[in-house]
């Protein structure tokens, strides 16, 4: 994915605010042998791209001052209430670059499993992306959770996943992650009415005049 960049000049919290008045955003990039580089971008181009998967969970291509330099987005700071961008920021990568980076995970089949088809089970997400460490240019867009086989009552953990080659999980000592559970429906249980006792008079018979 590729997007365009401009060099900032001025720098400061007032530069900024009218930077964000001109319907820009700033931004760094910086990493590798270069100095880091103050940047601005066209606001709404920069929002529409955040909304996509792929630009938070993939090497970008960014056009600066006429070179294309490869990059990962790092950080995004968001206004509190208005929909709008503070700031960026991106590191510079290449094929030597060694990287931690969450990348989302993606389920499929699950509605094919014998959990859903005929239990009816509930598939419970407990983790939507997972922690990866790699070289950037292996850097998977997505890692694919294969949920055909599932059962009712399974736990599908971390461990379990199957990487792409080169890619190692990030688990930060923590060897029992869960990522999905498969949840049998809830069954509503049938209470049924109190019966209410008989009247005296009923169980004995009406008395004789």
Same mark, same amino acid.
């Given at each position: 994915?590729?997007?365009?960049?401009?060099?900032?000049?001025?720098?400061?919290?007032?530069?900024?605010?009218?930077?964000?008045?001109?319907?820009?955003?700033?931004?760094?990039?910086?990493?590798?042998?270069?100095?880091?580089?103050?940047?601005?971008?066209?606001?709404?181009?920069?929002?529409?791209?955040? @909304?996509?998967?792929?630009?938070?969970?993939?090497?970008?291509?960014?056009?600066?001052?006429?070179?294309?330099?490869?990059?990962?987005?790092?950080?995004?700071?968001?206004?509190?209430?208005?929909?709008? $961008?503070?700031?960026?920021?991106?590191?510079?990568?290449?094929?030597?670059?060694?990287?931690?980076?969450?990348?989302?995970?993606?389920?499929?089949?699950?509605?094919?499993?014998?959990?859903?088809?005929?239990?009816?089970? $509930?598939?419970?997400? &407990?983790? /939507?992306?997972?922690? $990866?460490?790699?070289?950037?240019?292996?850097?998977?867009?997505?890692?694919?959770?294969?949920?055909?086989?599932? @059962?009712?009552?399974?736990?599908?953990?971390?461990?379990?996943?199957?990487?792409?080659?080169?890619?190692?999980?990030?688990?930060?000592?923590?060897?029992?992650? /869960?990522?999905? /559970?498969? &949840?049998?429906?809830? &069954?509503?249980?049938?209470?049924?009415?109190? $019966?209410?006792?008989?009247?005296?008079?009923?169980? @004995?018979?009406?008395?004789?005049?």
């Amino acid at each position: 994915m590729q997007f365009v960049a401009f060099e900032r000049a001025k720098q400061g919290t007032g530069a900024s605010r009218r930077l964000r008045n001109t319907g820009r955003a700033p931004g760094i990039v910086f990493g590798g042998e270069a100095p880091p580089v103050t940047i601005e971008l066209d606001h709404n181009a920069l929002w529409h791209a955040l @909304k996509k998967e792929t630009f938070h969970a993939s090497i970008l291509d960014m056009e600066l001052a006429g070179q294309v330099h490869k990059v990962l987005l790092r950080d995004v700071q968001y206004h509190p209430y208005k929909p709008q $961008v503070l700031h960026v920021d991106f590191q510079r990568v290449d094929e030597k670059t060694r990287l931690h980076k969450k990348v989302p995970l993606h389920f499929v089949n699950a509605e094919n499993s014998e959990a859903v088809k005929t239990d009816r089970c $509930v598939i419970n997400h &407990v983790m /939507t992306e997972i922690e $990866v460490e790699c070289l950037a240019m292996q850097l998977p867009e997505f890692i694919e959770v294969d949920l055909g086989n599932v @059962k009712k009552g399974d736990t599908i953990h971390a461990r379990q996943l199957t990487m792409p080659k080169g890619i190692k999980r990030v688990t930060h000592g923590r060897t029992n992650l /869960t990522v999905v /559970t498969v &949840v049998p429906p809830k &069954v509503e249980e049938v209470v049924a009415a109190p $019966v209410e006792a008989a009247p005296a008079d009923d169980k @004995k018979g009406k008395k004789k005049k």
